[in-house]
């Protein structure tokens, strides 16, 4: 016999937990085994008022809304209450029920800007001492990358910097600019989104308004041990021994080795790293074409740790 399934649903009963609808293996169900955020509330405390106003958003309830858009892909605050009102694993995940009604999006934008960068920063490093605790990082072998990200802007908004005002305005700047022989990511500015700077990546070697993001990750199991967010200019080797330093602080813990790929190959960050005791598993960069001394005529002795 054809079976039907009638559709309208006037009412919802329900007896017992969301918890019951989501299998074990769920990403957000596997998190929330291990997750204690029960800190956090005397963490933010200080930035709210503890006698009026209207009640605020559990400080527990953004970062797990914040945390599902990670886990699951959500890059837009949008985007990820949209998927909440229909998504009974992250309406479980905050604590929400069905018939409540869920924060506005702006809600997580006002509250970053309450927070800060510094209190985002201290729930990292939390975060961080927890996996070390559980004894999945142990920040003895790092590895360290800069992803190039580029900003969320139109083409339409760049336009040419007058380089007289420029001059006028700051006269060091001015130097700089003509001292340097890649002027090209001088000459444009990003109107809507000042903080992004023109920079080229290796595939498509176009300039484009862009950060960068520079992360060290723990070899043990990928733990994520110190993020850094800078302007797309910013080159990788300026970076490398202030975060691995601001990651040995954080963690407590001393590195040993670190591996990374051949845009940190400079010799200042070789030398850093040797004083530090810590052994670089870097290649070298592709030898110049009018290198006065070419590097193929070297050879490395692995036994006494030598270039011949």
């Not at 009640?55 to 797990?64: F, M, Q, S």
């Not at 995940?93 to 800060?116: K, M, N, Q």
């Not at 530090?276 to 193929?296: F, N, Q, T, W, Y």
Request: contains cysteine; neutral net charge; charged residues 30%.
């Amino acid at each position: 016999m054809l079976g039907r399934k009638e559709r309208d649903q006037l009412e919802l009963f329900m007896t017992g937990s969301l918890r019951q609808l989501l299998p074990d293996d769920h990403i957000l169900a596997r998190v929330d085994r291990v997750l204690d955020l029960s800190w956090l509330r005397d963490e933010v405390a200080n930035l709210y008022c503890t006698d009026n106003g209207r009640p605020g958003i559990d400080p527990e309830v953004a970062v797990r809304l914040m945390l599902a858009g990670f886990l699951l892909g959500i890059v837009h605050d949008r985007r990820l209450m949209r998927e909440a009102q229909v998504n009974i694993a992250i309406r479980w995940f905050v604590g929400y029920g069905l018939h409540e009604a869920l924060p506005d999006h702006s809600s997580l934008t006002r509250i970053r800007r309450r927070w800060g960068e510094e209190r985002f920063h201290r729930i990292f490093e939390s975060t961080v001492q927890a996996c070390i605790d559980a004894k999945i990082a142990k920040g003895e072998v790092i590895h360290v990358d800069a992803s190039l990200i580029r900003a969320d802007v139109s083409w339409d908004s760049l336009a040419l910097r007058h380089l007289e005002a420029v001059s006028a305005a700051n006269a060091d700047e001015e130097a700089a600019i003509r001292k340097s022989r890649k002027t090209g990511k001088f000459k444009k500015v990003c109107i809507t989104d000042p903080d992004a700077s023109m920079a080229t990546n290796a595939r498509n070697r176009r300039l484009e308004p862009a950060y960068k993001q520079q992360t060290i990750v723990d070899d043990l199991r990928g733990v994520v041990l110190d993020v850094a967010v800078t302007t797309g200019e910013i080159n990788e080797g300026q970076m490398i021994v202030e975060r691995i330093e601001a990651a040995m602080v954080s963690t407590g813990l001393s590195v040993s080795t670190v591996t990374a790929d051949a845009g940190y190959a400079y010799a200042k960050v070789f030398g850093a790293l040797e004083r530090r005791g810590i052994d670089a598993l870097i290649p070298a960069k592709a030898e110049p074409i009018r290198s006065p001394v070419p590097l193929r005529r070297f050879r490395y002795d692995a036994k006494h740790d030598i270039l011949k």
